[in-house]
Nanobody
């Protein structure tokens, strides 16, 4: 089982930027497609960005396209999410996991965007 630890969240004003990181405990991270999810209060968890195992293919939800960039460093077993032009509706707890056959969820990292 892979353990996932998300970090990098915080409080930021609208229009600001944050960079999230997700550290995986085992090297089989690099063999898997990965994704960033978010869950806002009272809403279901949603996939906002995904990346192929080698990093060459990425996909984004329409709500974040052009503002968020997903990337990975397989040598460090780490996934990243660069978030620019943040909006209050981006406020949520952000998690990383593989898109299918999820591993155990980490604790997530809180992102709060104020007006």
């Amino acid at each position: 089982q892979v353990q996932l630890v998300e970090s990098g969240g915080g409080l930021v004003q609208a229009g600001g930027s944050l960079r999230l990181s997700c550290a995986a405990s085992r090297s089989n991270f690099r063999a898997n497609d990965m994704g960033w999810y978010r869950q806002a209060p009272g809403k279901q968890r949603e996939l906002v960005a995904s990346i192929s195992s080698g990093g060459s293919n990425t996909n984004y939800a329409d709500s974040v396209k052009g503002r968020f960039t997903i990337s990975r460093d397989n040598a460090k077993n780490t996934l990243y999410l660069q978030m620019n032009s943040l909006k209050p509706e981006d406020t949520a707890v952000y998690y990383c996991n593989r898109p299918a056959l999820h591993w155990a969820w980490g604790q997530g990292t809180q992102v709060t965007v104020s007006l």
